[in-house]
């Protein structure tokens, strides 16, 4: 639900071209755009968990990163996935 509200304006310009009968090249260019973006709204989310996993190798092994926080947020339900 999230992305289509995110691709909604994306969504409305291709239902408009169609509908007004915009010629058939402007529409493959804007859909070869619109795929260039989508994928990379899907890779920024891999990017940002990436840059984490790399905070998290690195300042664990000094002692700088407690998990105890995270599970116990979880535990309480305060957390990802918590109610």
Same mark, same amino acid.
């Given at each position: 639900?999230?992305?289509?509200?995110?691709?909604? !304006?994306?969504?409305?310009?291709?239902? !408009?071209?169609? %509908? /007004?009968?915009?010629?058939? +090249?402007?529409?493959?260019?804007?859909?070869?755009?619109?795929?260039? /973006? /989508?994928?990379?709204?899907? +890779?920024?989310?891999?990017?940002?968990?990436?840059?984490?996993? %790399?905070?998290?190798?690195?300042?664990? $092994?000094?002692?700088?990163?407690?998990?105890?926080?995270?599970?116990?947020?979880?535990?309480?339900?305060?957390? $990802?996935?918590?109610?």
């Amino acid at each position: 639900m999230g992305l289509l509200k995110d691709m909604e !304006c994306c969504i409305s310009i291709v239902l !408009c071209l169609t %509908i /007004l009968k915009g010629s058939v +090249l402007k529409l493959r260019n804007f859909l070869k755009f619109l795929t260039k /973006l /989508l994928k990379l709204y899907l +890779l920024s989310s891999l990017l940002i968990y990436a840059a984490l996993g %790399i905070h998290v190798a690195v300042v664990a $092994p000094l002692g700088l990163f407690n998990f105890s926080v995270y599970i116990d947020l979880n535990l309480i339900g305060g957390g $990802p996935g918590g109610i």
